[in-house]
């Protein structure tokens, strides 16, 4: 079946440093999608991308979709305290099941 | 606008037992789907209603789930008789229409029920 690898697995950085994580897969996607999970809560969709080359920023995130369709990048600029979490990247197929990848646990050092 | 709830927010139950789990999706959300993370493993797909239909349900693990959505609203997954294995967080999700690639199709997380067997 599709898998996702996610790296790093995990990270520790000061606050106010910039953050890049990656993500690939074995097949392709129409959509890749970036989801942050607090502690408690479910994922929360940060970025949508819907074309391969596309890349779009949300405020202090920014992310592509690779030119394959096979992979997929998130920047995170400045990091503040409250970007902690586990950040997960997935991808779909149309209205199809969303494929999850293992996720990135983001620790941030005042 | 009220997001995707799930009830309850946490269960403990011994092996053998049975648990149900509830969905309420966002309203109009004609779409629902049911995932599970368990330990240090990724989310992974259970299966997805269209209103009331089972759309998709290949990734169901076993005889002993049985998820339904009366209605075509909230839905219910009753896992029975409950194992050991079946540990983990439920998360229910929704999304709004289905097209054929572009905006719309996003799915909206509820915060999860976290599941745990003894």
């Known amino acids: 079946g599709q898998q996702l690898n996610q790296s790093p697995q995990s990270m520790f950085i000061q606050e106010g440093e910039d953050v890049s994580m990656n993500c690939t897969s074995s097949?392709?996607?129409?959509?890749w999608l970036w989801y942050k999970q607090d502690p408690g809560e479910g994922p929360v969709l940060l970025i949508a991308?819907?074309?391969?080359?596309e890349l779009t920023s949300n405020g202090r995130l920014t992310a592509q979709f690779g030119i394959t369709r096979k992979d997929s990048f998130l920047n995170i600029s400045a990091s503040i305290p409250s970007d902690v979490g586990i950040y997960f990247c997935?991808?779909?197929?149309?209205?199809?099941?969303?494929?999850f990848g293992p996720g990135t646990s983001l620790s941030v050092i005042p | 606008e009220a997001g995707v709830t799930q009830f309850p927010s946490h269960s403990v139950i011994e092996k053998g037992q049975t648990v149900t789990l509830r969905c309420d999706p966002i309203?109009?959300?004609?779409?629902l789907y049911w995932y599970r993370r368990v330990m240090g493993k990724e989310i992974k797909f259970l299966l997805h209603?269209?209103?009331?239909?089972?759309?998709?349900e290949s990734g169901m693990p076993n005889n002993r789930f049985l998820a339904e959505r009366t209605g075509g609203t909230y839905s219910t997954l009753k896992v029975q008789p409950a194992e050991l294995e079946d540990s983990g967080v439920y998360f229910c999700?929704?999304?709004?229409?289905?097209?054929?690639?572009?905006?719309?199709?996003?799915?909206?997380f509820g915060p999860g029920t976290r599941l745990t067997v003894l």
């Open positions: 309203s109009g959300h004609d779409n």
């Open positions: 999700a929704s999304s709004q229409i289905i097209l054929a690639g572009g905006s719309g199709n996003e799915q909206f």
């Open positions: 097949s392709i996607f129409n959509t």
């Open positions: 209603f269209v209103k009331e239909s089972k759309q998709d």
């Open positions: 991308l819907y074309k391969a080359g």
């Open positions: 997935a991808g779909q197929l149309y209205y199809d099941k969303v494929i």
